[in-house]
């Protein structure tokens, strides 16, 4: 980014729907066991120092927390972007089949370029 004198936005999407599932199926009407709100303050707060702490060295930035579909957020904001990088699980096969696969989806129908990174520690399967 600093070789091109190119602006990050660094964004973390937060999906609620991950956290409003019931915790006893045969209690639907219960709902969640999860303080939604604390949850959220929770996860942009260890987003933001995150990025505090990251050592941008000197690269024009600005971050930004969203709720919503990680997804579909990535390809809206896409439109302003010039390349999207992003980090991926690297789940493959029937694991990305059942869990979904943010990376994947956004590979598929982004217009713009995609980086996609797998963690390093991850481990590929055979």
């Not at 936005?9 to 409003?20: D, E, I, K, P």
């Not at 024009?60 to 997804?71: C, L, R």
């Not at 904001?77 to 999207?84: F, K, N, P, R, Y």
Request: aromatic share 12%.
């Amino acid at each position: 980014a600093r070789a091109f004198h190119a602006r990050v936005s660094a964004v973390h999407c937060f999906r609620s729907a991950n956290y409003l599932v019931s915790a006893w199926p045969e209690y639907p009407d219960f709902g969640s066991v999860y303080a939604l709100d604390e949850v959220r303050a929770a996860s942009e707060q260890v987003f933001q120092k995150e990025m505090t702490d990251f050592d941008w060295r000197g690269v024009p930035h600005d971050v930004a927390f969203h709720e919503g579909d990680p997804a579909e957020l990535i390809l809206e904001l896409s439109s302003a972007a010039d390349l999207v990088v992003m980090g991926t699980h690297g789940r493959t096969g029937f694991a990305s089949v059942l869990l979904g696969n943010v990376a994947y989806s956004v590979l598929k129908r982004c217009e713009k370029p995609v980086l996609a990174l797998r963690h390093p520690e991850r481990a590929f399967s055979s």
